[in-house]
C-alpha cells in the first residue's frame, strides 16, 4: 500500500512541476522536483531532463548537470530525435560551456551508436536466420523436415514481390498433420515499406499462442498500398500465401485459422463472410466490423464456423460501443460470432506484458477447442 501510495503521488507531483514549468515559475518547478525524485522507481529519463530545465533556470547548474547525467543512464539520447532536439535546447544553453556538458553529450552519442550497431547486428542476425530456414517443397503430400522458428518466403502479385513468414513450433512434427493459423497484423495503413526484416516482429504474441498450441503460424506482411483496409489484391493473396505454405509444411488442411489483430481483424470479416472459405475458425482483435472494399455479409457467419472476436471497453481507436452496436444489430444472422469483452487494456491489450498473453491463451483455447 505504502509503494502505490508513493507512485500515485509522485504523478500528482511530476504533473505540478511540469505544470510549474510551463508557467515558467522555474523555481517552484525545482522545488518540486527535488521531492519528486528523491527515490522513486518511476523516474523516466525525460523527468530527470524537465527537472535539469527547472535547476538550470533557478540558478544551480550543478544540480541540473546531475540530474542530466542521470536522465543519459537512464536511456536519454536513444530516440533518434533527441540529441539534436537537446543540443540546441535554449533552455539549458547556460550549461554549455561546462565540460560536463560536453561529456553529457558524448556519452549520449555513444550510447546511441552503440544502440545503432547492436540494432543492425541483430537485423543481419534476424535475415540470415529467416533466409536459410526456408524450405523446399518435397511434393506428394511429403514434407522436408524444417528448423524451428521463423522461416520468410515470398508470393508475386503483379510486379510486387510480399513477404511473410512461416513460424514453426518446436513440438511440429513433419509427418503429421498440423493445426494452422493466418494472422493479419494491424498498424499496416502507415507503413510505405514491408517491415520483413525488422527483427522485433518476433515478439508478437500470436507465435507464443503458436508455441502453446503447436500451431503453425503464418504471417503475411502488409503496407498502405498492400495491406487489410482497401487493397482487394492483398486480401486474395492470403489464398495464394496459404497454397504455398500447404506445400512446404505439413498442414491440417480441415484446421486452419484466419485472423488478426486490429484491421486485420476487420479483414478477417471478409474472409468469414464469404460463401466458400477454406478456414475452420476465425478471430478478430480489437478489430471495427466495418470494411471499405465492400459491406459484410454478416448472414455469411453462420455457417457452423466460429468467429470469436474480442474488443476492450477502453479502446481508443475503435470506440467499443461503435462495435458493440454493430454486434447487437446483426447478433441475429450472424450466428457463429462469438462477441468477447474486457474492460481495460485499451486497443493494444495482447501487447501488455503477462496480461495479454494470458488474455490470449484463454481467447485461442476456447476457439481451437471448437
Known sequence: MVQIAFAQNYDALIGRAAEALNQRNYCKAFDIFKTALVDSTKVTPYDYYAAAISATNCNDDKQALLWLSKAQIKGLGLAKEDIPYIEKDSSLFKLHDYTEWLLFISKMKKSFSDQESKKLKKADEWLNTIYVNAIQPKGNRKFNKPNSGFALYFTKVDSLHVPYLVYVPKTYNRLAPTKTIVFLHGGVVSLDDFMHKDPEFANEPIFSIGEKFNAIVVYPFGKK???????????????????QVEQVYNVDLKNVYLGGMSNGGTAAFWFASQNINRFKGFFAISALPKLKIEEIRFKNLAQGKPFYSINAKDDDVYPYNKVLEIYNTTKSVAKDWHFQTIETGGHGFIYEPEKGIQILDKFFGELLSR
Open 225 to 243: 498500398d498492400f495491406g487489410w483496409v482497401g487493397q482487394e489484391k492483398a486480401f486474395k493473396n492470403i489464398y495464394t500465401v496459404l497454397d
